[in-house]
């Protein structure tokens, strides 16, 4: 006698509810942060006179624009409506994506033609290292949240934030350099790279390639086949 194959299914509507409970309050908690990241960089830019404390605060900005994106989308009480709104909702996650990448490898060319360079900072390096203590945790708990829903939209700004991680990393590497050695070099290297990174974000939920978890169809379990981000063929990416 042949055994059940299991059946892999998706998220019942109180688990789902759950989920995007958890989404908006993720998504708040990105917004307030970034929001005072904003202010904070901003000031202890203009203080210094550094452009890239300036620069990584108005990083800030286009990443609230990301989160509010998903806000809006999950606004919606309706599942059916919130799914709706999917495709605009990338679309601006995408657009921020290419707009972060702009920043992002202008501020690192006019740092490698020699235009201006991170200043000293106790400040920012304080900020940076705070966002970089904070952010991978939001990041992670919100992809989570949203590939057990099926949410392209809420993966792509998890790894906008994942990416501003990374530039949180670069800024006070550059920081901690210029303050310690006068080495300015290695920040708009690794930005470029990070700018790069972004470009291929930009293009994946412009196109919609994101993350997903729970299959559209019924699919038995042993046929399926995951990809790097554990997303399954058929799966129903929306929110």
């Known amino acids: 006698m042949t055994a059940e194959i299991p059946i892999s299914l998706g998220p019942s ?11 908006r309050l993720l998504v708040a908690a990105t917004i307030t942060y970034n929001v005072i990241e904003a202010i904070a960089a901003v000031t202890a830019g203009t203080l210094a006179s550094s452009t890239a404390l300036i620069g990584f605060g108005l990083d800030s900005v286009i990443e609230v624009s990301s989160a509010a994106a998903v806000a809006w989308q999950f606004s919606a009480r309706d599942h059916h409506a919130r799914a709706a709104r999917e495709k605009t909702t990338l679309r601006i996650i995408a657009v921020s994506f290419f707009a972060l990448a702009a920043y992002v ?31 991978p945790f939001l990041s992670a708990a919100q992809r989570r949240a949203g590939r057990e829903l099926g949410s392209a939209s809420a993966v792509a700004d998890s790894r906008q934030t994942l990416l501003c991680t990374y530039l949180s990393a670069v800024l006070l590497a550059g920081l901690i350099l210029n303050a310690t050695v006068g080495r300015s070099w290695a920040d708009p ?46 799966c129903d990416c929306r929110g």
């Open 105 to 135: 490898a202008a501020d690192a060319v006019r740092a490698l033609t020699g235009t201006g360079e991170a200043e000293r900072s106790l400040p920012g390096i304080v900020i940076a290292a705070l966002s970089l203590a904070v952010m």
């Open 13 to 23: 509507p109180a688990r789902r509810d759950a989920l995007t409970r958890r989404i």
């Open 189 to 234: 290297i690794a930005a470029l790279v990070i700018a790069a990174i972004a470009v291929k974000e930009g293009r994946d939920a412009w196109r919609g390639e994101g993350c997903c978890a729970a299959p559209a169809a019924a699919i038995p379990a042993q046929r399926q086949e995951t990809d790097a981000c554990g997303c399954r063929p058929g």
